[in-house]
């Protein structure tokens, strides 16, 4: 039967289905992305940004209309969004929305004319918009359903082809992307939006769904077992043995133990050679199966456990975990308030700076550097939209200069400041914490906040920041060979060095930076360094550059041994 028309609850549950679609894969999106660092991958962003809106959604209830829906939609992914990726596919989202809160329900015309007005939002959210991306795979799917305007009236056939031809604009993203077909991959951001398509299209067609989303902070934070959840297991006794066997079984033993077993329990595994045979089989009375056992040999390594009673103590850690979790998400926010409160109190200032950082010795030098406050967050965690809002509200000041410290943290960094018309919001677009640094040093209180944003943006282009950390997959990328475990210097732009040894990966990374117009090398070194490693590594350096000053700073960050800036 053919389906013309998609209601809101309709939409909600595609929705619902997509978000679900893309948590569930999310890690196997991760591992598309090209760089093999311990970061904040795509399909984490991703997912975090979309399941910000599928909370949002799923507190509607069942009565809701298109424009409710368009607007969960939209504001919960804005805020929620979550490095590059994040960003973008809220953008998409907003756009999306705003082709369809006019109306009770969508047709072919009104999806296509979303999905053009989502491509179009997105493109203007990037300032230099990348072919072989999400962007790319977007515009696929909404040309193809420009296309099919006129050709079928029914959704299922509609979005099916849309969805074939965007996975397929993204089997050819390597085409467009060198460093995508070097590694071998897809673009991992692409493949997040055909899983979220997907997932909505199976809704559509019926399918069977859970879409229940786990929104944090709702009600008390206290889990009730389900009764319900221990009545389906159905057989309570997980039972596993060995029969060291008095004779081999033949096969028409093995088939009617099988069978005897298949009569008091399920989950069956008889693993059978010449002298023993291993069982697995879940029962409501173990006794049978060992009793059976025994009729042909004797047996070791008995296992019993009671589902039903590890069913319930996993819940109740669950539900402790989520109290726990609870309490410190009350915690935060009270501390938040008082943050607000106290920030109240003080006079307000015409400059205030937030700076997204981690590492408490790279904390202590942005906090004397003159911050007001730090997003806890970098490239292992990029913090989200509202984590960008929030510390704007909490600093007391007409104009904000933010520091996002991290490339993939720019664009949520920017959406905050589209967001907030209260005060006026700076974004400078540093990409590494030297970078942050820079930017605060050249900082004059004398100048307009217009003429240091200007001056600020300008100086970070004079900075070479390095970063040693390891890989966390096998990948070649930049014509090196990487295999997991290694340790890699990252330059700002490519991988500078790798090997097995990290001293000599360090100085690697560090001899391609300093030519003969550099000054100062500046090392900051990670939670997993020692002092006594730090000051041989910035000895070795001042013996090798004497014409460069060498300072070495305890940093504190964790995943990156050593953070080196040349200037």
Not at 191 to 212: F, H, R, S
Request: net charge negative; glycine share 8%.
């Amino acid at each position: 039967m053919a389906v013309t028309t998609i209601d809101a609850p309709m939409l909600a549950k595609m929705f619902l289905a997509g978000a679900k679609n893309l948590e569930a894969k999310k890690e196997w999106i991760n591992e598309l992305n090209v760089f093999p660092v311990p970061d904040g991958d795509t399909g984490t962003n991703m997912t975090m940004t979309i399941m910000s809106a599928a909370a949002e959604v799923s507190s509607l209830g069942p009565d809701l209309d298109m424009a409710s829906l368009a607007k969960a939609i939209s504001s919960g992914s804005l805020r929620g969004a979550r490095g590059n990726s994040g960003v973008i596919l809220s953008q998409l989202f907003r756009g999306f929305t705003k082709g369809i809160s006019k109306y009770d329900k969508i047709d072919v015309i009104i999806l296509s004319d979303a999905l053009q007005k989502a491509v179009e939002t997105a493109y203007k959210a990037v300032m230099k918009p990348k072919e072989g991306t999400i962007l790319t795979v977007a515009k696929g799917g909404a040309d193809k359903a420009l296309e099919l305007i006129g050709e079928t009236e029914d959704l299922t056939v509609f979005v099916d082809e849309v969805i074939k031809h965007a996975d397929y604009v993204l089997s050819q993203t390597p085409e467009l992307l060198p460093v995508l077909k070097q590694a071998g991959v897809v673009d991992s951001g692409g493949q997040g939006l055909v899983t979220i398509l997907k997932g909505a299209y199976d809704a559509l067609l019926g399918k069977e769904v859970d879409y229940t989303i786990e929104s944090a902070g709702a009600g008390s934070g206290v889990v009730k077992i389900s009764q319900q959840a221990e009545q389906d297991i159905k057989f309570g006794y997980c039972t596993e043995f060995i029969i060291v066997l008095n004779q081999s079984l033949k096969e028409k033993d093995e088939l009617d133990f099988k069978a005897f077993l298949e009569s008091i329990g399920d989950s069956i595994v008889v693993v059978a050679d010449d002298e023993i045979t291993k069982v697995h089989v879940h029962t409501n009375d173990p006794g049978l199966a060992i009793q059976r056992a025994l009729t042909y040999g004797s047996l070791s390594k008995i296992k019993i456990d009671n589902m039903r009673e590890e069913h319930q103590e996993k819940l109740i850690k669950d539900a402790e975990k989520e109290a726990a979790k609870q309490k410190a998400a009350d915690e935060k926010r009270r501390s938040q308030q008082d943050a607000l409160v106290q920030n109240a109190q003080q006079p307000k200032k015409e400059i205030g700076f937030v700076s997204v950082s981690i590492g408490e010795g790279i904390n202590e030098i942005f906090k004397g550097l003159g911050v007001d406050y730090i997003i806890a967050g970098g490239q292992t965690m990029n913090p989200s939209t509202e984590d960008m809002l929030n510390a704007i509200e909490e600093v007391n000041a007409d104009n904000i200069f933010i520091l996002p410290n991290n490339k993939n943290i720019i664009l949520a960094a920017n959406q905050a400041a589209s967001l907030m018309e209260e005060k006026n919001i700076f974004v400078i677009p540093t990409k590494t914490v030297p970078q942050g640094i820079s930017a605060l040093i050249n900082y004059m209180p004398e100048s307009s906040a217009e003429e240091n944003a200007r001056r600020m943006t300008e100086e970070i282009s004079n900075v070479k920041s390095g970063q040693v950390t390891y890989a966390v997959r096998d990948t070649l990328i930049d014509d090196k060979s990487i295999k997991q475990g290694d340790y890699m210097g990252i330059g700002d732009s490519s991988i500078l060095s790798v090997g097995r040894d990290m001293e000599t990966v360090t100085k690697e990374m560090t001899a391609q930076m300093v030519d003969k117009d550099s000054a100062i090398i500046s090392i900051y070194y990670g939670e997993e360094v020692t002092e006594e490693a730090a000051n041989k590594l910035g000895a070795d350096l001042e013996t090798q550059y004497p014409d460069c000053e060498v300072e070495v700073h305890s940093g504190g960050q964790p995943i990156y041994y050593y953070v080196i800036s040349v200037e």
